[in-house]
């Protein structure tokens, strides 16, 4: 069946914080949906990734949800906010977002893969067929949980879960769970757990734990250091691993129950559990990755100049346009890939490809 062809000038795929924040300023800038650009998700509703996030994350157990431009998070709830559910309450800001600025979404719709033809890129999705001057990509890392290669991955007869798998503890009730990593998913999630079943915590490195809330020089820092990475073509580290765990009641209880008795990286994994170097083994009916995502990138593969590391050349004032290839911003990645980030990089995405492509604000 011939599919839909539809032509635009910018195409902005995904609609979290970094897409909704780019269509903002693609509005502000005079630009209207549709003839001069498309948002285009392939969630089934509004709320970017948040709509995915397990029941217990509520707005007391994220770090902090900034707003999105010209509109405030906080006016939006509407009940107690420190028990609202993240997956509730941040779909509800986003959708009510949408209606007040007129963005129009067209969802759900997947783009399954991006090719240049007769310099246009072009968007392929199951229907339909999008083409676009340029693109500001903000995908984020959801799509793309990251799980690292152990031996003998594959001989193990227990389940392998990834934190995006996470619903509830109580799924785990009566196994013994390993839970590996050091963010602070995996101590959110090891604290859950532990209260139903046992559990083992293993870590690549110490994990350092910080007294007191977070401050803006250490946010700051942690920033810089993945922008500077990104500059230089590396791959990115996560901005909220780097910004270490912070000393919380949960967590002093934890200690308490003596749960953060950390151990290091196994080296292998079996057929029935996990083994160390030294010979050890322990016995495991579940392995949770709570090990981080990766830039939902793929679609891209074909347009994206990347280097021998992996990485992508990041350039621009925050870091957003590939220095390779400007017509494409990637808003939400790196040192973008947080939700105060991600805001700001769809206003200078959209000041940068607008430049980029000769479109004038109107
Ligand atoms: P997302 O919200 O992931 O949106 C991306 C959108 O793109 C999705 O709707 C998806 O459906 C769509 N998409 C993906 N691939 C395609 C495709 N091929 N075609 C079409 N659409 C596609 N940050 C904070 O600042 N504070 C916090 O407290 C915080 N807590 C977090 C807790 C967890 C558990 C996690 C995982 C992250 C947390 N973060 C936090 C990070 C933060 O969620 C993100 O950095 C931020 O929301 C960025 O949003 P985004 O728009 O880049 O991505």
Do not use: C
């Amino acid at each position: 069946r011939e599919k839909i062809r539809y032509k635009t000038k910018i195409a902005v795929i995904g609609a979290g914080q970094a897409g909704l924040s780019a269509a903002y300023h693609l509005r502000k800038m005079g630009l209207s949906t549709g003839a001069d650009f498309i948002v285009l998700d392939e969630a089934p509703s509004a709320g970017g990734a948040w709509q995915y996030r397990w029941p217990s994350l509520t707005l007391s157990t994220v770090n902090r949800i900034h707003d999105l431009p010209g509109m405030s998070f906080e006016d939006t709830l509407t009940t107690e906010s420190q028990t609202v559910q993240a997956s509730i309450a941040v779909p509800h800001y986003f959708d009510l977002y949408e209606k007040r600025f007129d963005i129009k979404v067209y969802r759900p719709l997947k783009v399954d893969h991006v090719y240049l033809h007769n310099d246009r890129f072009h968007l392929d999705s199951s229907q339909t067929l999008f083409s676009a001057l340029g693109i500001i990509n903000a995908t984020g890392t959801w799509e793309n949980p990251f799980i690292p290669t152990y031996l003998g991955a594959d001989l193990f007869q227990g389940e392998q879960l990834h934190t995006k798998d996470f619903k509830t503890a109580d799924y785990f009730r009566g196994k013994h769970v390993i839970v590996v990593g050091a963010g602070i998913s995996a101590i959110q999630l090891l604290d859950q757990i532990s209260k139903v079943t046992t559990t083992t915590w293993v870590t690549r490195k110490i994990p350092v734990f910080r007294e007191g809330p977070f401050d803006d020089v250490a946010g700051h820092n942690a920033v810089a250091m993945v922008e500077e990475r990104v500059r230089n073509g590396l791959p990115p580290l996560s901005v909220v691993s780097v910004t270490g765990l912070p000393l919380s009641p949960e967590v002093i209880a934890m200690k308490e129950r003596g749960v953060l008795e950390r151990l290091p990286m196994f080296s292998e994994i079996t057929k029935d559990g996990i083994k160390w170097e030294d010979g050890k083994e322990e016995k495991a009916d579940i392995i949770l990755w709570n090990t981080g995502f990766r830039g939902a990138l793929h679609h891209l593969d074909s347009v994206l100049p990347r280097e021998e590391s992996g990485g992508i050349v990041m350039a621009g004032r925050l870091a957003t346009m590939v220095a390779k290839e400007p017509r494409i911003h990637l808003s939400g990645y790196g040192p973008s890939a947080s939700t105060i980030g991600a805001n700001r990089a769809g206003s200078v995405a959209v000041k940068e490809l607008m430049k980029t492509l000769g479109l004038k604000e109107r």
